[in-house]
Nanobody, 120 residues
Framework: QVQLVESGGGLVQAGGSLRLSCAAS????????LGWYRQAPGKQRDLVAT???????NYADSVKGRFTISRDNAKNTVYLQMNSLKPEDTAVYYC??????????????WGQGTQVTVSS
């Protein structure tokens, strides 16, 4: 079982920055992938960014060049640095972790979400 606790959300003006953190209850070195997703009211949950255990990253086109995902295995934490925020970035942001078991089966874990609101 993996527990994820997000923090760092809040209200910010357009053009501002926020850093989200997600602390895992297990060593993040054991996790194949860590990521951030977001869900705006009335919309589906969408990928924002992911980072693999080997360090490779993937970003949604809408955040490329503005957001940066990173992981600190010593602190069992994944971060999302969000710069140049836009009102359309307003959403609940969820942390995701993928555990790859020895038999090849993957299990997804989710945090409780943190609200990010960007005012115009």
């Amino acid at each position: 079982q993996v527990q994820l606790v997000e923090s760092g959300g809040g209200l910010v003006q357009a053009g501002g920055s926020l850093r989200l953190s997600c602390a895992a209850s297990v060593s993040t070195a054991r996790l194949d992938s860590l990521g951030w997703y977001r869900q705006a009211p009335g919309k589906q949950r969408d990928l924002v960014a992911t980072i693999r255990s080997i360090g490779s990253t993937n970003y949604a086109d809408s955040v490329k060049g503005r957001f940066t995902i990173s992981r600190d295995n010593a602190k069992n934490t994944v971060y999302l640095q969000m710069n140049s925020l836009k009102p359309e970035d307003t959403a609940v942001y969820y942390c995701n972790a993928v555990l790859l078991r020895w038999n090849g089966v993957t299990t997804d874990y989710w945090g409780q979400g943190t609200q990010v609101t960007v005012s115009s």
